[in-house]
């Protein structure tokens, strides 16, 4: 019991200490919003890239939905939109994408170490 509540005690402060530091306009969205659309956001940007790899095998970072993100940001989906969406995204990806990607399931762990090498080796030439 004693282990729990000293646990419990140091999640309560962590806490407190997050919410005195937090960034303030992120603090701001939250009490306008209900909750965090800046996170809202990129869980949608992160859930559509996830899915473009899959299907695609490419990720665009130039966002061509930039737009719409930014209106999640600026509260154009309601916190019940945003889990909905969340919900149905995940399930098409692990339920469907996942399994037919023509992906790898495990990384080359050799290539990764060959690039890394030859970009350190092409930063210190330079």
């Known amino acids: 019991r004693e282990r729990r509540y000293r646990k419990a005690k140091r999640e309560w402060s962590q806490y407190q200490s997050w919410i005195k530091n937090r960034n303030p306009d992120r603090a701001?969205?939250?009490?306008k919003y209900g909750y965090d659309t800046k996170h809202a956001m990129h869980l949608v940007r992160l859930l559509r890239m996830g899915k473009e790899a899959l299907e695609e095998g490419v990720?665009?970072?130039?966002?061509?939905?930039?737009?719409e993100l930014l209106a999640i940001r600026d509260g154009a989906w309601t916190y019940e939109e945003c889990v909905n969406y969340a919900e149905e995204m995940d399930a098409l990806i692990r339920g469907k994408l996942y399994k037919e990607t023509s992906l790898p399931k495990r990384p080359?762990?050799?290539?990764?170490a060959e690039v890394l090498?030859?970009?350190?080796?092409l930063v210190w030439e330079s």
């Not at 701001?28 to 009490?31: N, S, T, V």
């Not at 990720?59 to 737009?67: F, N, Q, S, T």
């Not at 080359?108 to 990764?112: G, K, T």
């Open 59 to 67: 990720l665009k970072v130039k966002r061509p939905d930039a737009e």
């Open 108 to 112: 080359n762990l050799q290539n990764a």
């Open 28 to 31: 701001e969205l939250e009490k």
């Open 117 to 121: 090498m030859e970009t350190q080796r």
